[in-house]
């Protein structure tokens, strides 16, 4: 089971860290993602790290502003959030995936979700 954590409401320009923790299921061997709903809209990727986290990809909308880690011992992934716009308004999903592939072709067969947490940036 994964858990997401650290969402909430936040003014534009302000930052937030969202945190996903499993419970009895080790993390270390999969890629790790986030992925994003906003209300109407698609869900869409946004961050995936490695398993061994030496590798990281972003959707070119939130580069250079979030940040994905990882703590293989805490079994824990972290997104954190800079910068954060009205647009990054959505609910923010944890995905973990056997692979680190297809990420921006969306769900795939064999990932585990968590349950969402919202975020909401005021303008």
């Known amino acids: 089971q994964l858990v997401e954590s650290g969402g909430g409401l936040v003014q534009a320009g302000g930052s937030l860290r969202l945190s996903c923790k499993t419970s009895?299921?080790?993390?270390?061997?999969?890629?790790m993602g986030w992925f994003r709903q906003a209300p109407g809209k698609e869900r869409e990727f946004v961050a995936a790290?490695?398993?061994?986290?030496?590798?990281?990809d972003y959707t070119e909308s939130v580069r250079g502003r979030f940040s994905i880690s990882r703590d293989n011992t805490a079994n824990t992934v972290y997104l954190q959030m800079n910068s954060l716009k009205p647009e990054d308004t959505a609910v923010y999903y944890c995905?973990?995936?056997?692979?680190?592939?297809?990420?921006?072709?969306?769900?795939?067969?064999?990932?585990?979700w968590g349950q969402g947490t919202q975020v909401t940036v005021s303008s």
């Open positions: 995905v973990a995936r056997p692979v680190m592939v297809a990420w921006r072709a969306g769900p795939r067969m064999g990932d585990y």
């Open positions: 009895g299921r080790t993390l270390s061997t999969y890629a």
């Open positions: 790290i490695t398993s061994s986290a030496i590798g990281v």
